[in-house]
């Protein structure tokens, strides 16, 4: 069975380079237009999976496993490899392959409780984001998980968090789950985990870990974070980090749920994206 699914992905990846076809699957046309939009193009892709999961009853298999998408992506004179994990299901009948299909997601919208914004104190809370640990963070867990913090099905945020931490962003507030920005002794609050309670208290925090809103993505550098809102409706639903710029200048991205490394800053390419999509860009700032 694996290798009928392994043949399967062979070809599936030979999609994301060969001619056009109207028999084009979305997720594929998706990346595609994508690329040129950009000026970029996709030099090769592969495909690897991974069996995390197999039940089998009579004549009748499923098998859940993690497919490792490798892109060499192309762009002016620069070159660099874009990877993306996604859990899928393949179904066989009688030891054929009848069926393969993308796992989906819980929703990722997650109850955003009201923020309680913390007021400065007399004590200043001194910090220097160290950019190069937070992103060494991100390219070291983009594709597992850290067992010193919880691990959530939607993970998007508690590993932007995560990687802020590591860049030595303090936490605060400390055990008021709406206040502050912190993960102790296996809980944590709303703005660690959460995408919209993040992106809220980014906006308005003024003690411990902080940044400023600027007005376009090639203003941030490595280290800052992009807030995803998906359907245009002002909750927001996903937190990305920036890893490195493309030859424009434009981030390219780490994340976790959907886990991703070195992607496209828009989210274009994504099932979860809607022309009306709004985005906040934020830039971590040291506090001396």
Request: hydrophobic residues 35%.
């Amino acid at each position: 069975m694996k290798k009928q699914l392994q043949h399967l992905l062979t070809k599936r990846a030979q999609l994301f380079v060969s001619i056009r076809d109207d028999m084009m699957e979305e997720a594929v046309e998706r990346k595609r237009q994508l690329c040129e939009k950009r000026g970029a193009e996709m030099v090769r892709c592969t495909i690897h999976c991974q069996v995390v999961g197999r039940h089998v009853m009579e004549n009748e298999a499923r098998l859940t496993y993690l497919a490792h998408y490798q892109f060499l992506i192309k762009h002016g004179s620069k070159m660099y490899v874009e990877e993306q994990i996604e859990e899928r299901q393949a179904y066989f009948m009688h030891g054929e392959l009848i069926k393969d299909e993308k796992v989906s997601k819980a929703d990722e919208r997650m109850d955003s409780p009201r923020l309680e914004r913390e007021m400065p104190v007399d004590e200043r809370i001194s910090y220097e984001y160290n950019r190069a640990k937070a992103v060494r963070y991100a390219e070291t867990w983009w594709n597992n998980y850290n067992p010193a913090f919880p691990r959530f099905e939607v993970d998007c945020t508690n590993f932007i968090s995560q990687c802020l931490y590591a860049g030595g962003a303090p936490m605060t507030g400390y055990p008021n789950r709406a206040k502050g920005w912190w993960c102790k002794n296996n809980n944590w609050s709303y703005s660690w985990a959460v995408a919209n309670s993040f992106r809220w208290y980014l906006s308005g925090s003024r003690v411990g870990l902080q940044a400023v809103e600027v007005s376009s993505p090639e203003q941030l550098m490595a280290g800052d974070v992009i807030c995803y809102d998906f359907q245009g409706d002002g909750r927001f639903d996903h937190s990305t980090i920036v890893v490195a710029k493309d030859k424009d200048g434009m981030p390219l991205v780490n994340a976790h749920t959907t886990n991703s490394r070195m992607r496209y800053w828009s989210y274009e390419d994504s099932s979860a994206y809607t022309p009306k999509i709004r985005y906040k860009f934020f830039h971590i700032i040291d506090r001396k």
